[in-house]
């Protein structure tokens, strides 16, 4: 059974920085797409990037470019989410998620294999 477990999560003032981490059980997702999403009260799931199997980042979202970056460990079983320059609009849930099919992740999330449980970000003014 595969799990993904986040972690780094916490509170921060605005122009700040974090990491949150994502780390795979189970198995090895080495030919897995792994991804961050994030959701805050009242508002849509937003995909916030994808990196691939190779290690290179296939997407991330308008709303965090520049700012944000996803990598992944060499085992290809953690995925790190470095976030700079943080604002109260990314206050939100963040979500690790592991799917074979890039093409899932940004089409058909409620498809994806595995999701973790999720670590809350937020962001003072």
């Known amino acids: 059974q595969v799990q993904l477990v986040e972690s780094g999560g916490g509170s921060v003032q605005a122009g700040g920085s974090l990491s949150v981490y994502c780390a795979a059980s189970g198995r090895t997702l080495g030919t897995y797409a792994m991804a961050w999403f994030r959701q805050a009260p009242g508002k849509e799931r937003e995909l916030v990037g994808i990196?691939?199997?190779?290690?290179?980042?296939?997407h991330i979202a308008d709303s965090v470019k520049g700012r944000f970056t996803v990598s992944r460990g060499d085992a290809k079983n953690t995925v790190r989410l470095q976030m700079n320059s943080l604002q109260p609009e990314d206050t939100a849930t963040y979500y690790c998620?592991?799917?074979?099919?890039?093409?899932?992740?940004?089409?058909?999330?409620?498809?994806?294999?595995?999701w973790g449980r999720g670590t809350q970000i937020t962001v003072s003014s």
């Open positions: 998620a592991a799917d074979r099919r890039i093409d899932d992740i940004q089409t058909d999330p409620n498809s994806i294999d595995y």
């Open positions: 990196i691939g199997p190779s290690g290179h980042s296939v």
